[in-house]
């Protein structure tokens, strides 16, 4: 390919949308071509994101005119809405990258159980690939889809993989408790994303009943090579991005700690975007916020033989623009680190 | 008794002491007679605490004159402090509150462990009582001393107390995963709680090895009637009050959660400053705040037979200066929720 | 009259309204019996405001069955709609105390100049007066409505009374910059107080033509005795309660101190619910949150020449719903700081 | 110069300087060839800052050894301390560019007057240059020293350049009501810093007394062309970065903002980091945030005939770091924006 990649964003002013934009802003191979918006369409991406004023100076199209500009397209689009995207890419030739859910569940019963929906075109996920790059990079091979993952579940999947791929865990050993900053729920006004009703408090929210949970399930069950099952509480944290999950996983029985240590500094030994902390420090999400890091601390808990294993990244880039320039990076060829190599404010 | 209840408070200028002598103002019979302070001995309370300006005109005295001048002492100290205190209050005849942590735990070798410290006056605890009101209110008969819970463990106590008395949980099957606010960590000045260090940060702390840990089991196996041993995780949340802890009771088969619930509405149905919410709604510490109250919402993993059990609370009044002043009112036969009829803000 | 006030609450499901009705808990002479919302009709207010649940039993009416169960009603309401209802509280020989801006300018044209509306029922204006109780509570001679004064305009007009009644200030010479809470925005959602569009952001709004512009002018000219014109910057602060309003005063020549801060303190000597700060002290609103004080820090630049006074409150306490409580003290002649002596939480 | 500028930081561990180390990871032109700490000497930079980790693999040495393999020495001390630092600096012949306040001002009777100190080295005086490059670029021809500007003076300065240098502003006619966020105080701790203290808190400080106060008026006083004072007052707002700077310049008299507005257009029409805004848009601090750019907005109040010009910039990047690197640009005639074209998250 001669020349810079020409990226597409559909669904440009949600939060996904907009943070992809701004973090391609620094990618030295691929620039921004077009954006779109049905709701803003006609206006500057700036007006609705002064950040960017002078920096993007971008018009919302629609669709189409951004699948003809583009060489891959994004789509940031709430779930149900990709599938017919994909459609029109595929038919001009273009690449899709779905950030949104549409193309992350493999079993279109766990999609219809858990969203309510149909894969309309059940042709087209066979063109399509889901990929955690660290975990499942070797997977790509030309496909013209790709499927980003979720925010929840990059950061359980980075996570737990090493545990789950070489120790054995006991069926039903896994709980997972999760925590994520206000960008999660997206742009979209609600009551509880309201300033005075979110500043200050704290909770869990749809207790075992995530639509994440499959998708966690489903990697996890990739690693281990067996059927798992967990159980997965988010909640909403007072602050506007990062992930924390911490993640139990019971043995039942004494588990060499030092040997699980060993297991993931050896897993993640060449990865640029995984830091294994050293013993004794605990991952936060302040250390990983604006970066495409994820940051993995482990603990033992000689008492109940269980580790402890929390994982941070910032939701809005590993977990989503982020991981979405990776995957980017991955299908065009190019070094995945491209354009991400950013690291997060200390404050 | 004629007249008001004189209180005492040694250690006024910790977050903990100053609460509690907030808290008493809105009394009806009971009043602030001394408070004490090392650090800031001769100055006014409010001086320290301008809130105070104009409502407690209270000079810091030292820790003998607040002795002699109240019923009853609240001792608000880091741990090892408290023992040496009671000697001198019970030489006065005078009673004690121990908000701190050296009267909660009966086994002197579970202290030694935890805290690293021997009781030094063995006699003192056998005067001495542990009371969490709605749990263990039967226990008090006359102690001069009474040992206040911590924060931690009255959030998990009150949340799981139901289920730990009433159904067949496995060994090991606890998992807590709690969070607080800043306020728990007190008012001393360290980097983790410093503004840009804390604010947009989140991370666990202490995994597996909080000083709450055993003052959880002690109560969890006082309820089940049975040694229980549990992981418990806490984390630091970038608010000031509140704290959430999500518990998980793994039953390891099927389980009837509407007999549960049913068993938790049953139990504290005459509480005052408990809220098993309705099915459905969700426990959130801004419900809660500057309040007594501690909200527990129950929810039911069916795919992994699990009870997620969220109890939220003040950390500072019903986790430390509130419930000290129901057991205060305990103490003295007076209605338990005298003083703390207090709504929390809703913003 | 025998018996507790009854009153109304028109407009309870929003910020005002919601923090009068969790107020009035704590008024000894008085209870809400009846609250009323358009949105919610028919269902409980602990509904939408969980922190009331077992707290305020009230189900959610309409207005006329408000007014009809009150002796006094608050109206909640967006501008515009408070006539009207006055019009049917007197029918009924009931009181009304308006927490929005209908009765709050003396001159229609300035009402239509910054409102855009014309009083519709003159008269009633007549039958109503606007009261700041620390500067106008001999107004009261038995009118059956009380304008409740707005946020910034109390917490300026507090600030400034003293030097504007007893000492020459130049025309123009006044300049208030303010900051206020979230709260202030109200309970309807807007993108500026979506949580990640507002946390870590700050910036004015409104400048130089905000609606409590004429409410400031109209008492600093009563204050004065002669025709005050200010500019006046409000801003959003990334906190839910509280205001602070930093009022420059110029007075273009050398002018003492000493009497200056000598008259704010004899000024205020007597009242309760104002603190005129110790000089070298400076008013956060931290120390007056959830209280119906203001405090006041008076600073002298003599570089310049010009007072700097610094006035803070809570602007849904002093600035609405405390004071209209206040407002309802006075109208029924019982203590004026009856159900308001809240100390605020240090933390 | 072959290869890339090696810089150094002395005192990299306190907020300026870790930022500044980090803003330099993305430099294509310097790297940072070595960074000390007293108070952490030996230890590795990401020890003391995580998020470091795997980025800079940079031991902290002494300020001798700094010296010794820079070209240009970045000093982020507390004031006092600059000038040894330069000594040594020149004697090696290194450049120093200054981010503390020793090489601001120009009166030595100033620097007296604000921070209590001689200049102990006239002469080193007599070889720097304050510069802020948007005004003052052209000043520099070689001089071995640059004074960076304080945060708030940079916005100041930048919110105010058009209107002191093309129009008539009265003496006395500027204040200036600054908010900056919490790392504006540093890495210290202090009580009002405490998160619990300082969250959900907002209030002035130093009114009227502010170090920054002289180098605002050095700079206003060189624009205007004739001596300025002003009244300033900074104000600590709860969040982690940011300043916003609302100036009120009354002229007096009528004054055509349309003219006004098309000065300071003209002014940094080609500035690549001074965005004006369009009319009717109002300067945001969080648009600035983590970037180098300052946001101006333009507001005219008819009533009183003054200009309110809010200035927003981050004080860690254009109020020092990012402003630190641009001079060190300048410094090495490389193009003013190496290394800083950063985008502003949107949350």
């Not at 279109?108 to 990079?137: A, C, T």
């Not at 909403?236 to 993931?264: H, M, Q």
Request: one cysteine or more; charged letters at 20%.
């Amino acid at each position: 390919m001669s020349g810079k990649i020409k990226a597409g964003v559909v669904g440009a002013t949600g939060y996904a949308g907009a943070e992809l934009t701004r973090l391609m802003l620094g990618h030295p191979s691929a620039d921004v071509a077009a954006v779109s918006s049905v709701s803003f369409e006609g206006q500057k991406l700036s007006d609705v994101y002064p950040n960017l004023l002078g920096l993007a100076d971008l018009t919302l199209e629609n669709e189409d005119s951004v699948i003809e500009k583009s060489d891959v397209v994004f789509a940031a689009l709430p779930h149900g809405l990709s599938e017919e995207l994909a459609v029109k890419c595929l038919a001009k030739g273009k690449k899709l990258i779905d950030i949104g859910a549409d193309f992350r569940l493999k079993d279109p019963l766990e999609y219809k159980r858990w969203y309510g929906l149909d894969y309309k075109h059940p042709e087209l996920h066979e063109k399509s690939v889901y990929i955690i790059p660290e975990l499942m990079r070797d997977l790509y091979n030309g496909q013209p889809i790709i499927g980003n993952p979720g925010c929840y579940p990059t950061s359980v999947a980075l996570a737990l993989a090493p545990v789950m791929k070489f120790f054995d865990v006991p069926d039903g050993g896994v709980i997972i408790d999760s925590k994520s900053g206000v960008t999660g729920s997206g742009r979209g006004l609600t009551q509880n994303t309201h300033f005075p009703d979110c500043n200050e408090a704290f909770a869990p929210y749809k207790i075992a009943s995530h639509r994440h949970t499959p998708e966690i399930e489903q990697t996890l069950s990739f690693l281990a090579g067996k059927r798992v099952t967990v159980s997965f509480t988010p909640h909403l944290l007072p602050l506007n991005r990062g992930i924390v999950s911490t993640c139990y996983v019971s043995f039942g029985k004494k588990t060499d700690f030092g040997e699980i240590y060993g297991a993931y500094t050896e897993f993640y030994k060449n990865e640029k975007f995984v830091r294994v902390l050293p013993r004794g420090m605990t991952a936060n999400l302040k250390n990983v916020r604006m970066s495409n890091f994820c940051d993995i601390s482990l603990h033992y808990d000689e008492r109940t033989n269980r580790l402890i294993a929390v994982g941070a990244i910032d939701n809005m880039v590993k977990g989503a623009a982020g991981q979405a320039i990776q995957n980017m990076n991955i299908m065009f060829g190019i070094a995945e680190d491209e354009g991400l190599r950013l690291a997060a404010p200390a404050f």
